[in-house]
């Protein structure tokens, strides 16, 4: 496979996801390229093979009462609380619309609102530098999107207005489109009145009742841990100094290193749309991947 030129290279995205735009730039197929800009966990299963057992679920309107209710008993939580959104992005649109808000602290993801006043937002663990927040950190909504996989545990369970979480991480399938969010109240209203109608298709919710069955969060999260070790050790190894993480990524500041390994068909997450235009983000690979990225920094 075939370097791509320096002029040739395409920018990055706004939140991560380049492995597409690498491939076309490079002429190679999408799954050639080892993206790690998307900090996704690297032992789901295999979501395609799950997939093709329901595809008869494309000839039915969405019906989310089922999936609603198993991830609501997964979690623990009383059903009447959750909503299933088409993704991450649309739970934290549902909440901000309802609540408005602003982050606790900058750097924080772009998506969650900035109004300067109103309800607090935090990310936990702390996206983009990976952290877990410490056992009294506060905040009035909570982003959970990668905290089962930075803790094997589904939530916090903190009090809050809501709690966004996202099974698209947990189960490494943003195509699939699968988020939620759990309402201190006003869920019932948020799914009547302000989510579009059948807003998560029907192969999505076909599928939960096995994503959750599947799941193996305590497991997951050790490997994830035992993963991120490792590549941490390699990023030293080539001088880089990787910031402590509890997720399934690593922040670190390296100046080029996007376009460099870009050109080696890997892409990794910038993080200008943090306001760190020097940093990237890095998700933890599964050994395979560790592998490729080895002989790319090599190079």
């Given at each position: 496979?075939?370097?791509?030129?320096?002029?040739?290279?395409?920018?990055?995205?706004?939140?991560?996801?380049?492995?597409?735009?690498?491939?076309?730039?490079?002429?190679?197929?999408?799954?050639?390229?080892?993206?790690?800009?998307?900090?996704?966990?690297?032992?789901?299963?295999?979501?395609?093979?799950?997939?093709?057992?329901?595809?008869?679920?494309?000839?039915?309107?969405?019906?989310?009462?089922?999936?609603?209710?198993?991830?609501?008993?997964?979690?623990?939580?009383?059903?009447?609380?959750?909503?299933?959104?088409?993704?991450?992005?649309?739970?934290?649109?549902?909440?901000?619309?309802?609540?408005?808000?602003?982050?606790?602290?900058?750097?924080?993801?772009?998506?969650?609102?900035?109004?300067?006043?109103?309800?607090?937002?935090?990310?936990?663990?702390?996206?983009?530098?990976?952290?877990?927040?410490?056992?009294?950190?506060?905040?009035?909504?909570?982003?959970?999107?990668?905290?089962?996989?930075?803790?094997?545990?589904?939530?916090?369970?903190?009090?809050?207005?809501?709690?966004?979480?996202?099974?698209?991480?947990?189960?490494?399938?943003?195509?699939?489109?699968?988020?939620?969010l759990i309402a201190g109240d006003g869920a019932d209203?948020?799914?009547?009145?302000?989510?579009?109608?059948?807003?998560?298709?029907?192969?999505?919710?076909?599928?939960?009742?096995?994503?959750?069955?599947?799941?193996?969060?305590?497991?997951?999260?050790?490997?994830?841990?035992?993963?991120?070790?490792?590549?941490?050790?390699?990023?030293?190894?080539?001088?880089?100094?990787?910031?402590?993480?509890?997720?399934?990524?690593?922040?670190?500041?390296?100046?080029?290193?996007?376009?460099?390994?870009?050109?080696?068909?890997?892409?990794?997450?910038?993080?200008?749309?943090?306001?760190?235009?020097?940093?990237?983000?890095?998700?933890?690979?599964?050994?395979?991947?560790?592998?490729?990225?080895?002989?790319a920094l090599a190079r």
């Amino acid at each position: 496979m075939t370097p791509l030129r320096r002029t040739a290279l395409p920018p990055p995205g706004p939140h991560g996801g380049d492995g597409p735009a690498i491939a076309r730039a490079l002429g190679w197929p999408l799954d050639d390229v080892l993206d790690l800009s998307l900090s996704l966990n690297p032992c789901a299963p295999d979501i395609a093979g799950l997939a093709g057992r329901h595809l008869g679920s494309l000839r039915h309107y969405p019906d989310a009462a089922t999936a609603t209710r198993l991830l609501a008993d997964t979690i623990g939580v009383d059903p009447a609380r959750v909503v299933l959104t088409n993704g991450g992005a649309e739970a934290i649109a549902l909440v901000r619309d309802r609540f408005g808000g602003t982050v606790s602290a900058e750097p924080e993801f772009s998506l969650h609102p900035r109004a300067g006043f109103g309800p607090r937002w935090r990310s936990d663990p702390h996206n983009p530098s990976g952290a877990l927040a410490v056992a009294d950190a506060r905040a009035d909504v909570w982003d959970e999107a990668f905290y089962p996989l930075a803790t094997g545990r589904w939530t916090a369970g903190r009090p809050a207005l809501a709690t966004i979480g996202s099974l698209t991480k947990v189960f490494a399938c943003p195509g699939l489109r699968l988020g939620y969010l759990i309402a201190g109240d006003g869920a019932d209203e948020i799914r009547r009145n302000e989510q579009t109608e059948w807003s998560v298709n029907s192969l999505a919710l076909a599928l939960v009742p096995e994503l959750l069955a599947s799941a193996e969060l305590d497991k997951w999260a050790r490997v994830i841990t035992e993963l991120r070790g490792q590549l941490v050790d390699l990023l030293v190894t080539h001088g880089l100094t990787p910031q402590r993480s509890d997720a399934n990524w690593v922040l670190v500041e390296a100046p080029g290193l996007r376009d460099r390994l870009a050109r080696r068909g890997i892409a990794v997450r910038d993080c200008t749309s943090f306001g760190l235009p020097r940093h990237v983000r890095i998700a933890v690979p599964d050994e395979r991947g560790l592998e490729r990225l080895q002989t790319a920094l090599a190079r």
